[in-house]
């Protein structure tokens, strides 16, 4: 059974950063990519960040781009979001997925999903 699942959410002030941890079970995340993507109250699920085959490749969306950085351990199959300079507009909850292929924002290509783990920015 693959499992996923997110650690690292919490609150924060403006400025501030978080670390948020995926660990994956069952799957080695070496291959195909594994994703970053968050939901806030009323929206749609977006994505933001991604970790593409042995980590060598990232794409970030263009709102985060310059303060996260996605990055990767696969000795310990864990990925990792570090999220700086944060913003009241990254409130949400962040969710880690894995997907078999190379694209990264698409989340119908994404296999399997973790719990998510709260982000909360305040102002």
């Known amino acids: 059974q693959v499992q996923l699942v997110e650690s690292g959410g919490g609150l924060v002030q403006a400025g501030g950063s978080l670390r948020l941890s995926c660990v994956v079970s069952g799957r080695t995340i070496s291959t195909g990519a594994m994703g970053w993507f968050r939901q806030a109250p009323g929206k749609d699920r977006e994505f933001v960040a991604a970790s593409i085959w042995s980590g060598s490749t990232t794409d970030y969306a263009d709102s985060v781009k310059g303060r996260f950085t996605v990055s990767r351990d696969n000795t310990k199959n864990t990925v990792y979001l570090q999220m700086n300079s944060l913003e009241p507009e990254d409130t949400a909850v962040y969710y880690c997925?894995?997907?078999?292929?190379?694209?990264?924002?698409?989340?119908?290509?994404?296999?399997?999903w973790g719990q998510g783990t709260q982000v909360t920015v305040s102002s």
């Open positions: 997925a894995a997907t078999a292929y190379g694209a990264t924002r698409r989340l119908n290509l994404y296999d399997y």
